[in-house]
């Protein structure tokens, strides 16, 4: 296991295939995971405050992922945040980069690069 159970990774996609699929897959690496269907519920969560990294979908409903990672930041909390999109083009990485992303990651998601991703974003930025 390369993660934590301490390590608390909160997710918002739209999609709950999506979700359960990111969350069965970081469970088995340790990480203790918190799945949402939308920004709202992400910025409602109680244990928002501890979590030690963000994962957002670039096109949400209500509210993209840019504009959450927005919201995350006005309310103070600097958690790593990585971006999921199904189109990461060169002008995309460069807006995420801008917002303050540490990453971006094309769907579908092969192999372990999420795990992967999380534990150098973790290793680098505690």
């Known amino acids: 296991m390369t993660g934590l159970i301490s390590t608390l990774v909160l997710i918002a996609a739209d999609d709950q295939a999506v979700r359960d699929s990111l969350q069965f897959s ?3 690496e340790g ?3 918190r799945t949402h269907p939308g920004a709202a519920a992400l910025l409602d969560d109680p244990y928002l405050a501890k979590a030690t990294c963000v994962i957002l979908d670039d096109r949400k409903t209500h509210l993209d992922g840019f504009e959450v990672l927005s ?3 006005a309310l103070g909390f600097d958690m790593p945040a990585v971006l999921l999109t199904n189109n ?3 002008r995309l990485r460069a807006r995420a980069a801008a917002a303050g992303f540490c990453t971006v ?3 579908p998601l092969l ?3 999420l795990a992967e991703t999380l534990g150098t974003i973790l290793i ?3």
């Open 105 to 107: 990651l094309e769907k």
């Open 71 to 73: 919201r995350l930041r």
């Open 31 to 33: 990480y203790w995971v």
């Open 88 to 90: 990461a083009n060169q």
């Open 111 to 113: 192999n372990n690069i």
């Open 124 to 126: 680098t930025d505690p």
């Open 26 to 28: 970081l469970r088995l």
